[in-house]
C-alpha cells in the first residue's frame, strides 16, 4: 500500500481534507470523514469531504449528538459497517436529512484508540449495490485501518500536550521489523531478510504494537508511520 504521507501535504488544517479527498480517489469512496476526540488537550477535531450546506446543517441541527455511525463506533474496537447500526429513531433522523443532501447510509466507521483515552473514528461512503460494497470493503479494509490511525495520530500529536506524551520507544529490531511490514514484506520474508525465525518476528510485532497500542500489525505501521517512527513503503 503506499499510504498518503500527511507530512508531504501543506501544514494548514486544510492538509486533512486533502487527505479525505485522496483516500476518496484511491479508494473509490464518493466521501470520507474523520472525527476525534483528545481528552488531554480537551479538543475535539472533525474534518470531511461533505458539501457546506450539509456540513452547516449538521451542526446546526445538533445530528452529532444523536449520529449513531459516531456513537456506536466509539465503543468498538473493530470497524462498524453502517448496515450493522440499529434502524432506530436516530439512525432514521440522521440519514432522513443527509438522503436529501445526497447522502446515503451505506457506509463504514473505522474506530482508532490512541494510548492516553483520545479516540478517532475514520468513515468512508459510496453508493453503490451491497455485492459491490461489500467486495469494495474487504478488498480495502486493511489499508482504511492503516489510514485511520495515520490521520488519528497527526491530527493527535498536533496538540501540544499529546505531542509530549505521544511517542513510544520503540528497539532499532521493532523499527528495522515494522519498516519492512511497510513495505508490504510478510513475517517469513522479514525473517528471510534478516536471518531471524519467522516466530522471532512476531514476538517483536507483539511489542510494537502493544507500545504503539495498535490492534493489528497495519495499524501498528500506520502509527509508527504517522508519528514519524518509520516512513512508508
Same mark, same amino acid.
Given at each position: ?19 479525505l ?13 474523520y ?7 480537551? &479538543?475535539?477535531h ?21 449520529d449513531? &455511525? ?21 439512525f ?16 463504514? &466507521? ?26 469494495l ?7 482504511l485501518? $492503516? ?9 493527535? &500529536? $498536533? ?8 511517542h ?58 504517522g508519528?514519524g ?5
Amino acid at each position: 500500500m503506499d499510504i498518503v504521507d500527511l507530512s508531504t501535504l501543506p501544514e494548514q488544517d486544510s492538509r486533512y481534507d486533502e487527505f479525505l479527498r485522496q483516500v476518496c480517489d484511491k479508494y473509490e469512496m464518493d466521501h470520507a470523514a474523520y472525527a476525534g476526540m483528545n481528552p488531554a488537550a480537551g &479538543t475535539i477535531h472533525g474534518h470531511v469531504t461533505y458539501g457546506d450546506d450539509w456540513k452547516v446543517h449538521y451542526q446546526e441541527q445538533g445530528l452529532h449528538l444523536i449520529d449513531p &455511525t459516531l456513537h456506536m463506533s466509539q465503543r468498538s474496537i473493530a470497524p462498524v459497517d453502517w448496515s450493522r447500526l440499529e434502524r432506530g429513531k436516530d439512525f432514521q433522523r440522521v440519514f432522513r436529512d443527509a438522503h436529501d443532501f445526497g447522502i446515503p447510509d451505506q457506509g463504514i &466507521t473505522i474506530p482508532v484508540r490512541g494510548p492516553y483515552g483520545d479516540i478517532g473514528l475514520l468513515s468512508a461512503t459510496r453508493e453503490c449495490s451491497r455485492d459491490e460494497w461489500k467486495k469494495l470493503v474487504s478488498s480495502v479494509i486493511s489499508d482504511l485501518q $492503516s489510514l485511520a490511525v495515520h490521520i488519528h495520530d497527526n491530527v493527535m &500529536t $498536533s496538540d501540544t500536550i499529546s505531542r509530549m506524551l505521544y511517542h513510544p520507544t520503540l528497539s532499532s529490531r521493532e523499527l528495522e521489523i515494522l519498516q519492512w511490514a511497510a513495505a508490504g514484506k510478510s513475517q517469513q520474508d522479514i525473517g528471510d531478510i534478516l536471518s531471524i525465525s519467522h516466530r522471532t518476528v512476531e514476538v517483536h510485532l507483539r511489542s510494537s504494537r502493544e507500545k504503539l497500542n495498535a490492534l493489528t500489525t497495519p495499524q501498528a505501521v500506520g502509527r509508527a508511520i504517522g508519528i514519524g517512527l518509520i516512513y512508508p513503503g
